[in-house]
């Protein structure tokens, strides 16, 4: 059995498809799948989450690109409100691919520490968002002494990959590790206690077109022959390792 720890059910190339989304995943072995709401209308996620309880969790954030006082104001709110339901705070994070301007960046970090501070006072692990930042994004996780972090997407260079491991932050490998060098050299990093599995569906599809959960078995098997193991190996350990990260067992007791 899988997980897919990161996705985006509530994007609009999902449309009124997810039914079958859904049972491609129970049809491919998935077990669990957390959709990440990073948009101010939660209302079409929430509705899936309680379509699909026990199946699909929930993780509410701002991306990055969006980050603004009130945006940020909005979001806060969000997660205070449904603190209960969701299974983790993000994805949250920086972004210097989208955002080159220095004084946005800088309001990024001040968001970013928001919300790792309300992570922390609500006991929340944290889904962190870091493109062409991931050494700023670091240095804030350890400014603040961030637990329970995982590095969704991590597409950093060796050196900043061993520091999230020594850290003990989990990675998440995404199913483009087919056709991805760097998210091939990253599933040879990182090791397997501290690895998770995602789409980032509807994105970082491992063949053209839209992504979807159930090509997280794909991605797994791409991993096993990467680390020269099992496909058994990598299933076992990266579902403990999410249902461990989004305490999972303590939502289907």
């Not at 720890?5 to 491609?24: E, R, T, Y």
């Not at 991306?63 to 709110?77: C, F, I, K, N």
């Not at 922390?120 to 350890?142: C, M, S, Y």
Request: hydrophobic share 40%; aromatic share 6%; with cysteine.
């Amino acid at each position: 059995m899988l997980i897919d720890s990161h996705c985006h059910l509530d994007a609009k190339w999902f449309g009124n498809d997810i039914p079958n989304v859904m049972q491609n995943a129970k049809n491919s072995g998935i077990e669990a799948i957390i959709t990440s709401s990073i948009a101010p209308d939660i209302h079409q996620t929430k509705a899936i989450v309680e379509t699909y309880p026990n199946f699909v969790f929930w993780a509410l954030g701002l991306h990055p690109p969006g980050v603004d006082p009130q945006t940020v104001q909005a979001t806060t709110a969000l997660i205070d409100q449904h603190g209960a339901a969701i299974v983790a705070i993000g994805e949250v994070g920086l972004d210097y691919y989208w955002v080159k301007d220095q004084q946005l960046r800088e309001r990024q970090k001040e968001a970013f520490r928001v919300f790792i501070d309300l992570a922390a006072k609500l006991g929340k692990p944290l889904v962190v968002h870091a493109r062409d930042a991931h050494a700023d994004a670091i240095e804030i996780l350890e400014e603040r002494n961030a637990n329970d972090v995982l590095m969704h997407c991590f597409s950093g260079n060796e050196v900043e990959a061993r520091r999230v491991i020594e850290n003990g932050w989990y990675i998440s490998v995404p199913t483009s590790v087919v056709n991805r060098k760097v998210h091939q050299a990253m599933a040879r990093t990182v090791p397997l206690n501290l690895m998770l599995l995602e789409t980032d569906a509807p994105y970082l599809a491992p063949t053209k077109g839209r992504n979807e959960s159930a090509n997280i078995r794909i991605s797994a098997q791409k991993i096993a022959e990467i680390k020269a193991t099992t496909l058994e190996e990598v299933a076992q350990k990266t579902t403990s390792n999410a249902r461990k990260f989004y305490r999972l067992d303590e939502r289907t007791q």
